[in-house]
């Protein structure tokens, strides 16, 4: 190995370490602080010499997560699904059919793209009352369904474009009508894609603390992250208990993203390798 490759090589290995110790040491500080003696302040990066696995019992039933977490699952069950299928389905329309008005309506989405969330609540906020579902999971699920669409179809919309023309061509000539064709060519082969958007939607769904805050009252038809506010009191913040509750928030998302981390990483590649 030559001097300037090796020096790339040791370059490359370098900024890898420093970014996984930039994700990995507040996750180690924060269950250090989690096993602390409750009401304590821990200071740095320590091990507990006495640790307290309790602590994640205490916030598990001082944030009342069994309902939090019922919520959160009929959210994402709510927005997951429904967002994928439509995306997919209009990203395919937009890359691969002649859509009338097709580069007009993908630049509506992607002026959807440049809103900022925030100057959509206080809208959202009088049109749901008037229509009465202010206060229900709904109130959640189809304002989270129109704000992910656009970057759904945006993904997908790349993907598709990047298909091999002759597949479908292929699949013309043997006979297959547009809904046959998505379906049973392009759709299995957009299982990357779709299953890595899968992934970003459970994580925006799942962690979503604004929208419940503002829409809904009832803090049992919140996502898991406003439990964390059982933590706040008025005169000061429980760190310990802090940390271990949004531990147990995160660890969800950790083995959806690592279940899912082939087909993650292969749908980023795609653009990128031919």
Not at 28 to 39: D, E, V
Not at 99 to 119: C, H, N, W
Not at 245 to 269: D, E, H, T, W, Y
Request: charged share 10%; hydrophobic share 55%; proline share 6%.
């Amino acid at each position: 190995m030559t001097t300037s490759g090796l020096a790339h090589r040791v370059t490359r290995t370098g900024i890898l370490l420093a970014l996984m110790l930039f994700a990995v040491v507040p996750l180690l500080s924060m269950f250090t602080t989690a096993l602390a003696a409750p009401g304590s302040t821990p200071q740095g990066l320590s091990w507990p010499s006495d640790p307290h696995w309790h602590n994640f019992v205490d916030a598990w039933s001082a944030a009342n997560f069994v309902a939090l977490f019922r919520s959160s699952t009929l959210i994402v069950l709510g927005v997951v699904p429904a967002t994928v299928a439509m995306a997919t389905a209009a990203g395919y329309a937009l890359a691969q059919l002649n859509v009338p008005f097709g580069k007009a309506i993908y630049g509506f989405l992607l002026i959807g793209l440049t809103l900022p969330f925030e100057a959509l609540i206080t809208p959202l906020y009088y049109d749901l009352r008037s229509m009465g579902l202010l206060g229900t999971r709904l109130a959640i699920v189809l304002p989270l369904i129109g704000l992910l669409m656009p970057f759904g179809v945006f993904w997908m919309r790349a993907h598709f474009l990047g298909a091999e023309p002759a597949i479908t061509e292929a699949a013309k000539v043997d006979g297959a009508n547009t809904w046959q064709t998505f379906r049973r060519i392009h759709l299995p082969l957009a299982t990357s894609a779709w299953s890595a958007l899968s992934v970003l939607f459970f994580l925006a769904s799942w962690n979503q603390y604004l929208l419940p805050l503002v829409l809904v009252d009832d803090p049992t038809k919140r996502t898991v992250a406003g439990g964390l506010g059982a933590f706040q009191g008025q005169y000061g913040t429980d760190i310990v208990l802090l940390c271990a509750g949004s531990l147990l928030i995160i660890l969800p998302s950790l083995v959806i993203f690592l279940i899912f981390q082939r087909n993650f990483v292969k749908a980023l590649m795609q653009g990128a390798v031919k």
